[in-house]
């Protein structure tokens, strides 16, 4: 992450695409155009839209397919949680 950024934003300068691509790369410090490929990847699979401020949403189709590996990992934490507590003896 940019030292200079602490969230998300849109580059007005680069505009549409870019413009998403380019505030997400500056504050993950992943580079723009992995961010601009793996959102179009995103797109094309119907999981997120852009609305006409530039906001990116994920869609309900997402939440859909998403949903058994979102499950999975509460599942894997709470095992974990669990662990941790015997671990320490709690």
């Known amino acids: 992450m940019s030292a200079s950024r602490t969230k998300f934003y849109l580059d007005k300068q680069n505009a549409k695409w870019l413009g998403?691509?380019?505030?997400?790369?500056?504050?993950?410090?992943?580079?723009?155009?992995?961010v601009r490929r793996k959102l179009l990847l995103l797109e094309e699979k119907g999981w997120i839209t852009k609305g006409a401020d530039g906001a990116l949403q994920a869609t309900n189709k997402a939440r859909r397919e998403l949903e058994p590996l979102t499950l999975a990992s509460i599942r894997y934490l709470e095992q974990l949680f669990k662990l941790f507590q015997t671990l320490l003896g709690r």
């Open 20 to 34: 998403v691509c380019a505030g997400i790369a500056d504050y993950t410090g992943i580079p723009r155009e992995t």
